[in-house]
């Protein structure tokens, strides 16, 4: 446990049921221990929750102490501040998990990677494009997680919602979710907190699809970097009028852009500023959209180095990137 570590039991009792429901809160818990870039100072408390009920509690303990709280799955898609976060971090860890015929409902802890695999050894087609991203269920569904020109909305027919600012427990049909790209109506809510995902999926057949997914994470070996730490593709891919810059892009990569949008990798490279380095951050070698923690990264240097990246992209070619990464406690 970390310096100053100290844990909270928090007890109460529920309603007249008398369900009993312990929270165990901890104080100053490093975050970077929790996000794939490594990166990140502590929560000022720290809960994991395993269900709805305890998710409530967590909530509630929130709002009673005056906390500001955030909601954390795999802590694959985030950027935590040097400071820590002042508030509650929820870690949801809730990983129910059913599959009936063609429809399969996941808790939003549940990891995306144990979609794809019990899906796949079912013959149930749908996600095996998604193998390799880490993450989970209830972060692919709100960031509309996506690879190979695929989507997680594609496969989503309703998500459970619990509104922290009504109250209330709403489902939500595929349609309300307003997915689009790398986007869904509870990235704009931050009072909405995805509790459940019903997917649809299609008869497939169980050999081919675990075939897919097997080649589709030796691709991901072979275009992304490992063995250090990141949040994935740091920018996402801008929709650009800058004609040339697209020529630029078919010309060399003999392929047409789709709907004006390149990839951000690409022109980060062609900006020259592949290997660029701010302190422990480094663009990578291997794909200029990855942000490298090189070891020791600060929060800051990674935030140098995004500003840096805008700027040249900016000035050079009128592009302006927008992180897809999200700031915690900034
Ligand atoms: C090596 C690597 C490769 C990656 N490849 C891809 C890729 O190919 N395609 C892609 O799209 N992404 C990719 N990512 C990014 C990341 O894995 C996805 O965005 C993933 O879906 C994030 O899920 P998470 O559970 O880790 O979310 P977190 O990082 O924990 O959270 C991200 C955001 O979602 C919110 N959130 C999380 N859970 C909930 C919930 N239940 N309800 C409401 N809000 C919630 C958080 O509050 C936060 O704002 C990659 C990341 C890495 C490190």
């Not at 400071?83 to 129910?96: M, R, W």
């Not at 399969?104 to 990891?111: H, W």
């Not at 730490?229 to 789709?258: C, D, H, Y």
Request: hydrophobic share 40%; net charge neutral; proline share 2%.
């Amino acid at each position: 446990m970390a310096r100053g570590c100290g844990i909270i039991q928090y007890r109460q009792i529920k309603q007249v049921l008398l369900i009993f429901i312990m929270l165990n809160i901890q104080e100053n818990v490093p975050l970077s221990k929790f996000t794939t870039f490594r990166i990140g100072g502590p929560a000022k408390f720290f809960v994991v929750v395993s269900n709805e009920a305890e998710l409530l509690e967590a909530l509630k303990y929130a709002e009673n102490q005056g906390l500001d709280f955030f909601v954390m799955g795999g802590g694959s898609n985030v950027l935590v501040s040097d400071q820590g976060f002042n508030g509650l971090v929820i870690k949801l860890s809730n990983a129910e998990f059913l599959i009936d015929g063609l429809s399969v409902e996941a808790g939003a802890g549940v990891p995306l990677a144990k979609l794809v695999r019990e899906t796949g050894a079912k013959g149930l087609a749908g996600v095996e494009w998604a193998a390799g991203i880490p993450g989970t269920v209830g972060g692919a569904v709100r960031g509309n997680a996506g690879a190979f020109s695929r989507t997680t909305g594609e496969s989503v027919k309703s998500v459970r919602v619990y509104d922290v600012a009504e109250k209330k427990v709403e489902d939500y049909s595929a349609s309300d979710c307003a997915f689009g790209y790398r986007d869904s109506h509870f990235k704009h809510d931050k009072k909405l907190i995805i509790l459940s995902v019903k997917f649809e999926f299609t008869l497939g057949s169980q050999e081919e699809l675990e075939q897919k997914s097997r080649e589709i994470i030796q691709k991901r070996v072979s275009i992304h970097p490992h063995g250090m730490g990141s949040a994935g593709s740091f920018f996402m891919n801008p929709t650009v009028e800058n004609q040339e810059l697209i020529q630029e892009f078919e010309n060399q990569k003999q392929t047409k852009a789709r709907g004006n949008k390149l990839p951000a990798g690409w022109v980060i490279e062609y900006a020259g500023l592949k290997g660029k380095k701010m302190g422990g951050a480094i663009i990578s070698e291997t794909h200029g959209d990855f942000i490298l923690n090189t070891g020791g990264a600060t929060a800051s240097d990674v935030i140098m180095l995004e500003s840096f990246v805008k700027q040249q992209v900016r000035d050079r070619f009128g592009v302006q990137l927008q992180r897809e990464v999200e700031y915690i406690g900034f």
